[in-house]
């Protein structure tokens, strides 16, 4: 779900308006540099989303709305993913007797937010689909992938050089 993160914020970059852009906490490690950089793909991304799709404005207001509604539950549930995942962990290191019911409770509980989460991806297509035709939803879900999987393999390159 981590890449699945900057995929939301990927999504946040047709949703946020500038200045809301600016009160959102920056992640850790962010530096002015890095900030600028999402901004430039942020809006180049929608301006190409705009440009491919051949989106009216109000159709580019409506998904700008979509993705910015779906993107902050995700990253809510993200957020709350990471803070399940990094006390399941404490119950597993070694050396250390877990609880079985925190353990089952934390498991079953990550279970159901990745459900949730798949259910916000399929609820936010078919708001996409009252405003959007097939073959639009269909590239911008492309679109997105390969923006994924750009930033992932940008990422992964990044880590190989430390």
Do not use: K, N
């Not at 890449?3 to 500038?18: E, G, M, N, R, T």
């Not at 809006?43 to 700008?64: G, Y």
């Not at 990550?110 to 939803?137: C, G, H, I, K, N």
């Amino acid at each position: 779900m981590r890449y699945l993160s900057l995929w939301a914020a990927c999504c946040l970059s047709l949703a946020v308006s500038p200045g809301l852009r600016a009160q959102e906490p920056a992640p850790p490690g962010a530096t002015p540099r890095a900030d600028a950089l999402r901004e430039r793909v942020r809006e180049r991304f929608a301006q190409r989303v705009q440009q491919e799709l051949d989106l009216t404005p109000e159709q580019m207001d409506r998904l700008r709305a979509t993705a910015g509604t779906y993107a902050g539950e995700r990253r809510d549930l993200e957020l709350r993913q990471r803070t399940m995942r990094d006390a399941l962990a404490r119950q597993l290191r070694p050396g250390a007797a877990a609880s079985q019911d925190s353990v089952a409770r934390l498991t079953d509980s990550l279970l159901a937010l990745r459900v949730r989460y798949a259910e916000s991806f399929q609820t936010e297509q078919a708001e996409l689909a009252r405003y959007l035709d097939p073959v639009q939803r269909a590239r911008l879900w492309v679109m997105r992938e390969r923006l994924l999987l750009r930033a992932r393999e940008l990422r992964h390159r990044r880590q190989m050089d430390r």
